[in-house]
Every structure is written in structure tokens, then in C-alpha cells.
């Protein structure tokens, strides 16, 4: 006779891998200017007219090394994409509702993900002008930029 | 090209749980269906694809753990980790390699196992992206912001999208989700991530899908009736989303111009009789519908409205139920393969669209969409005349 469902076993297991990710030399620089100078910067392809954020040597488009071509960063910018996220998971950053979204910064072509605080949920919209908060305790991560929040003058 | 035919599909049912059954259990549920369909043995299997995620199936190397089941024995067993349809794009390159007159592809995933969000969350950078919390649904959700945004498409028209797929999913016994639903049942669901309900987002499914390709010589030698691959193509986005225009998918555009000009079609929205696409998400559906040119940018939301996309509309999209309706990961591209080869064979049963002659089927891969494979079948091995 065939078993059951209720007659067959779940052995409980876990995949805890741990891993230590290389920033590489262009992350290293980009992470080190956040920490240290509370500064974002892109880079540049020059050929595409393009400035990158998050940073990376290398452009896509052209297939060129733009890993010299630095620029900095207003630490201002657009919104282009964004969602309230109303479920909790243990990897999130905050506790729900919090809102998730693209922000284009001023000086980038390319927008980065990030967390906007300080605006009422229903008070979010594409387009929003916002402006980076730096954490006050660097961790030497992408979370040096602790949140966005709405430019004053908006 | 070369000609190649899919000459035998096997599918799992999909179900939420399948404590019964081993991944290598439900591979062999699928393949021992697809030889039976292809009136074949495992011995007339020249070389084996199996379609795989390690982290899905808590496994390192995980696609090598179903080749017993797969009859990979002793053969030239190989493996893809991503979507089924891009599994089913290596094993057509082999069938017209002319080494392989016949290969068998499988995929599988089993999302009960583990916890998905975990998972996709990973995915993400983990220099840059991870840390702000970001999973599939919550990237998907500013995806359809930002789609909603530059169509004008609603949350009333997402949500017929979910009506319309639980709804046909009641005529095939093979879907994990068949319901009756109403658009006021999709917007009062739970919201997860602004604008996406939970009845706008797939479940979390097992199941598994096998299907078997050969190339000319093979294709009618058994007894199985074939359906021919007219027609294929991938193309990928941008890693980054903000490297990508999220509210438009040109790497879909691109896939799909190159298949359908390779199976001589001009016009897609008036040649395909059949679409099923990889609705994770019910914006996906009309976002998708958009880039593959089967409908006009930005009015696939009113054209649902209006009746185009149901099974008896113009151009029936996702008979079967779609991925809304039940979403083995890895597997899914490759039920949406199998499902219009059910179509054109005139074996779809309760929700055969009637003479359907040519169909388009899409995989993804990646974060909201980044890579696209399209696969356009014929029923018949033939140009078909225009007009």
C-alpha cells in the first residue's frame, strides 16, 4: 500500500553558508569615499556619455574598462520606481510598511535602490525630489546611507 | 534552420505540497510521461538537459541529482540552471548539433521545501542591493509602479488578469489554483507590495515538466505526433535594475522580433492562435503581452477588458491557467512549452482553443524579467499560407 502524505517524513535541514563577498577594488573605493568623506560617486563612460551608480569598471554598452573615470555624486535626487512593502521578512532593513524605492541621484544616469523614511505612506509618488541621510555610525556598507528622505522644498 | 520537433510532453500536476514525492519522484512522474506521449523508451533518449536551482532544492549540484530518474545513466547528461525554456534551448542546440537525434529536458523545483523570499533575496547584490531588503515581490512591485505609470494600465486591469487565469485554470486538472474569482476578490486581497495584492502574485508550487526534442530524421520515427520549433530566441537585460528601463522590457521586444522572424511571421498579434506567458505577476501578463508585440504598447490592460485575451477572445493568453494558477520555479517555462504543444495536438482538453495551429511560449530568468526565451511551435511543419 502506498503512504500517505501524513505517513511520509520532512527531515528539517538548514543551508547556512557563510560567505564573505570582495567589494573589489572600484566597490572598495566607492564604499571608502561613503565612509569616510559621506560622499556617493558614479562612474563615467565617456564613449556612452553614461555616469553609473552603483559604481563598477567595466561599461556594458561599450565593453570598455572605465574603472578610472570617477565622479561625484549629488547626495539629491528623483524618484523613478517604488513600492510599499507590507510584509515582514528577516532581512529587511526596517520594520513594515516601509517604502522601497529607485532613486535616480543627481549627476547619475542610472538610479540606485534605496529606503525613503519621514513621508506618510499615502503621500509617496514617483517623481519625489529626495535627499540621502547618512547613518550616523558607519558600517562601512551601502547603509552608511541610512534612508532618503523628501527634500524640503520637494 | 535546421528542422526540430518537440515529439512527446510530460507534466507533474502542480500542488502547494508534495510531501509524497522526492525532486527525483516527480522527474520521474514527468519523463515516464513524456516517453508514453512520445510513444518512446528511455533507450531511444540520445542525450539528457536537466533544469535546476541548488538553492531551491537545498542542494549543491542539484541537477545532478536527478539523473537516475531522468534515465541520464551512462549518457551524455548535461544541466542548465534557470528557467526550463532556456534547459529547452540547450537541448534543441544538441538535437541539431547532429551528434543527438533526441534529447529529453527536465526541470523541477519544489518551492514547499524552503522559503522563496529567502531566496530571491539573495539574488540581489550583495555589495549594494541586499541589505535594503529588496525579494522578487517587492522588485516586481516597483516594476508594475512604474509600468502602471507610463500605460496607464490599472489595478482593475491587473486584476482581471488574476480572475481570467484562476478562472481557466478550473478546466485543467494539472493546476494547483483553479478559483472563481472577481475583480473585487483580487483588490481586497491582502496587499503585499503597493500595487500588488496576493491574488496578483503566483504561489508557491512544486511540480516538474519534462518534455523530449528531436531533430528531422527523428522526429516522426515514433508514435507520437510532433510539433515543430519554428521559431526561437533569448536576450538578456541589464544585472542592475536601475542599469534597466523597468517599466518596458526591450530585452522581450528583441527575443521575440528574432523568433518570430525566424518562423516567418509579420504579424504576431493576428498569426498566433495561442500564448502562454510566464505571468508571475499579473502586470507581467499585459507588460509581456506589450514587448512580444503580440498587442499594441500600452493597450494590453484594455484589451483584456474588452474580452481579446480569454479563451474565446482573438487571442486566447494562458488557457491552461498560467503561472497565477501554480509556479513551479525552473519548471514553469517549460509547462508553458508543454502547454501549447497540448494546444496545437488539439489535447488540451477542456480548455483546447478551437484549431489552434500556431502558438508562442515564454520563459524568464531573472529579477523582474531581466532574460526572455521565446519559443514559437507550428502544428504543422509547413509555411502557412497568409490570408
Not at chain 1, 87 to 98: D, F, G, N, V
Not at chain 1, 106 to 115: C, E, F, K, L, Y
Not at chain 1, 122 to 131: A, D, F, H, N, P
Not at chain 2, 229 to 250: E, H, M, T, W
Amino acid at each position: 500500500m502506498q503512504p500517505t502524505k501524513e505517513d511520509c517524513f520532512i527531515v528539517e535541514g538548514k543551508l547556512a553558508l557563510p560567505y564573505q563577498y570582495f567589494a573589489g577594488r572600484t566597490g572598495s573605493r566607492f564604499l571608502i569615499a561613503l565612509r569616510d568623506e559621506k560622499k556617493i560617486r558614479g562612474i563615467r563612460c565617456e564613449k556612452c556619455n553614461k555616469v553609473f551608480v552603483p559604481p563598477r569598471s567595466t561599461c556594458e554598452r561599450c565593453f570598455s574598462d572605465i574603472s578610472q573615470s570617477w565622479v561625484d555624486l549629488e547626495d539629491t535626487g528623483t524618484v523613478t520606481g517604488f513600492t510599499v512593502v507590507r510584509y515582514e521578512e528577516p532581512y529587511q532593513p526596517t520594520k513594515p510598511p516601509y517604502i522601497l524605492a529607485l532613486i535616480k541621484l543627481d549627476g547619475a544616469d542610472t538610479p540606485i535602490a534605496h529606503i525613503i523614511k519621514d513621508i506618510p505612506l499615502t503621500e509617496m509618488k514617483l517623481g519625489l525630489k529626495v535627499k540621502a541621510v547618512f547613518a550616523e555610525k558607519t558600517t562601512s556598507t551601502i547603509m552608511d546611507i541610512d534612508h532618503f528622505r523628501p527634500q524640503e522644498d520637494g | 534552420m535546421d528542422q526540430a520537433a518537440i515529439i512527446g510532453v510530460g507534466m507533474t500536476k502542480i500542488e502547494a505540497n508534495k510531501a509524497g514525492d522526492t525532486f527525483a519522484d516527480m522527474v520521474w512522474e514527468a519523463v515516464n510521461k513524456a516517453l508514453d506521449d512520445a510513444g518512446m523508451t528511455i533507450n531511444d533518449v540520445d542525450n539528457v538537459v536537466t533544469t535546476s536551482n541548488d538553492f531551491w532544492d537545498g542542494r549543491t549540484i542539484s541537477c545532478m541529482a536527478v539523473g537516475d530518474a531522468s534515465g541520464a545513466r551512462h549518457k551524455n547528461a548535461s544541466c542548465v540552471e534557470g528557467d526550463g525554456t532556456f534547459g529547452a534551448f540547450y537541448g534543441l542546440t544538441r538535437a541539431l548539433s547532429g551528434d543527438y537525434g533526441t534529447t529529453l529536458v527536465t526541470a523541477h523545483s519544489k518551492g514547499s521545501e524552503s522559503i522563496s523570499s529567502l531566496i530571491t533575496n539573495a539574488a540581489f547584490d550583495p555589495i549594494y542591493e541586499r541589505a535594503i531588503g529588496m525579494d522578487m515581490i517587492t522588485a516586481c512591485a516597483m516594476q508594475a509602479t512604474a509600468y502602471l505609470d507610463r500605460t496607464g494600465t490599472t489595478p482593475d486591469q491587473l486584476a482581471m488578469v488574476s480572475v481570467k487565469n484562476h478562472g481557466n485554470a478550473k478546466q485543467n486538472p494539472l493546476a494547483q489554483l483553479p478559483m472563481d474569482l472577481t475583480v473585487d476578490d483580487v483588490l481586497k486581497s491582502e496587499m503585499l507590495s503597493d500595487p500588488l495584492h496576493k491574488l496578483d502574485c503566483s504561489p508557491v508550487s512544486d511540480g516538474c515538466c519534462a518534455i523530449i526534442i528531436a531533430n528531422q530524421a527523428r522526429a516522426s520515427k515514433y508514435s507520437g505526433r510532433p510539433v515543430w520549433i519554428k521559431g526561437v530566441s533569448f536576450c538578456s537585460d541589464s544585472y542592475f535594475l536601475g542599469d534597466r528601463d523597468l517599466a518596458r522590457a526591450p530585452s522581450l521586444a528583441q527575443a521575440a522580433q528574432s523568433a518570430f522572424a525566424m518562423a516567418g511571421i509579420k504579424d504576431p498579434a493576428t498569426e498566433i492562435d495561442v500564448a502562454e506567458l510566464y505571468d508571475a505577476f499579473t502586470y507581467q501578463e499585459l507588460m509581456w503581452l506589450e514587448a512580444m508585440g503580440l498587442c499594441e504598447d500600452g493597450k494590453a490592460g484594455s484589451r483584456l477588458e474588452s474580452g481579446d485575451f480569454h479563451r474565446n477572445g482573438r487571442l486566447p493568453v494562458n488557457p491552461s491557467g498560467g503561472l497565477l494558477s501554480g509556479h513551479p520555479v525552473i519548471a514553469a517555462g517549460l509547462i508553458r512549452i508543454a502547454e501549447i504543444v497540448k494546444q496545437l495536438r488539439g489535447e488540451a482538453g477542456g480548455y483546447q482553443i478551437p484549431d489552434a495551429r500556431r502558438g508562442v511560449a515564454q520563459g524568464v530568468n531573472g529579477l523582474c524579467g531581466q532574460s526572455h526565451c521565446v519559443w514559437v511551435l507550428d502544428r504543422d511543419n509547413q509555411e502557412k499560407e497568409i490570408g
